[in-house]
C-alpha cells in the first residue's frame, strides 16, 4: 500500500516537473521568436529610411504583448509599412508570414538626427563666437524649425545679432560675419596683385553673402562678397 501511494506521488512529481519544464522551454522560445521578430522590423525599417535620408537613425521596437505567442514561420517574414507611416516618430509596421497568413503589426520608435551647433552658454547681442561658446550636439530633425549650422567651424568669428540662450541653436538669420556699421577691409584684384582699402559695411552679411559697403576713400557705395569677419572682397 505504501509502495503504491509512493510511486503515485513520484509519478505525480514527475509529471510537474515536465510541466514546469516544458512550460519554460516554451516561453523561452516565444520569448526568443519575439526578440527575432523585433530586430528583424528593426532592420526593415532602418533600410527604409536610409534610402531616402543622410541623417543617422537609431530605431527601437516598442515590446510584444507577453500574450501573444508567436507561431513558427516556415517561410520568411515579409514586413511592410506604407509610406506615410516611414515619415512618422512612431512607425507602424505589418509582419505577416505568407505560408499560414499569421501576421502582426508593430510599433518601431525612429528618431532621425544630424549635428547642430548649439550655443553652449547664453550670449549677449555683439557676441563674437568662439569655441568657449559654441558647441556640437546630435538633434531630433523633426524638432529644427528653420536653417542650422552642422560645424563649429562655419560660426567661428561670427557676430550674434540676438540674445540667444544655452542649448538654443545658431540660426543663420541670427549672425553676421560683417555688421551694417562695421569697418570692413575691401580686397579687390588677382592672385598676382590685390589692392586693399577701408570702408564701413551698409548692411549685414554672412560669409558668401553680397552687401553694399561704403569705400571710406572714394565715398562710393558698392557690392562686396563677405568672405570672412570684417573682410570683404570685390570681384572686376
Known amino acids: ?18 510541466y514546469i519544464y516544458t512550460s519554460v522551454t516554451a516561453a523561452s522560445e516565444n520569448n526568443l521568436a519575439k526578440q527575432q521578430l523585433i530586430q528583424q522590423g528593426e532592420r526593415y525599417v532602418l533600410e527604409q529610411l536610409e534610402a531616402d535620408t543622410q541623417h543617422q537613425i537609431d530605431v527601437s521596437a516598442m515590446p510584444i504583448d507577453d ?12 514586413f511592410s509599412a506604407s509610406p506615410e507611416a516611414l515619415k512618422q516618430s512612431n512607425v507602424t509596421v505589418k509582419a505577416q508570414c505568407a505560408s499560414n497568413g499569421w501576421y502582426i503589426f508593430m510599433v518601431i520608435k525612429a528618431l532621425q538626427t544630424q549635428p547642430v551647433v548649439v550655443i ?18 546630435d538633434m531630433d530633425v523633426k524638432r529644427l524649425r528653420s536653417t542650422t549650422f552642422s560645424s563649429v567651424e562655419e560660426v567661428i568669428g561670427a557676430r550674434i545679432k540676438r540674445r540667444v540662450t544655452a542649448g538654443r541653436p545658431v540660426s543663420p538669420q541670427n549672425l553676421c560675419f560683417v555688421c551694417k556699421g562695421d569697418n570692413v577691409v575691401i580686397s579687390a584684384g588677382s592672385k598676382s596683385m590685390r589692392v586693399k582699402t577701408s570702408g ?3 548692411e549685414d552679411g554672412k560669409v558668401g553673402d553680397t552687401i553694399q559697403v561704403r569705400n571710406s576713400r572714394s565715398n562710393k557705395r558698392i557690392q562686396a562678397k563677405v568672405t570672412s569677419t570684417g573682410q570683404v572682397e570685390v570681384n572686376f
Open 120 to 137: 553652449s552658454s547664453a550670449v549677449s547681442p555683439g557676441t563674437i563666437l568662439t569655441r568657449n561658446n559654441v558647441s556640437t550636439v
Open 67 to 78: 500574450r501573444i505567442v508567436i507561431p513558427d514561420c516556415p517561410s520568411d517574414l515579409l
Open 200 to 202: 564701413i559695411a551698409m
Open 1 to 18: 500500500m505504501k509502495n503504491s501511494y509512493f510511486y503515485q506521488t513520484l509519478v505525480k512529481f514527475i509529471a510537474i516537473i515536465c
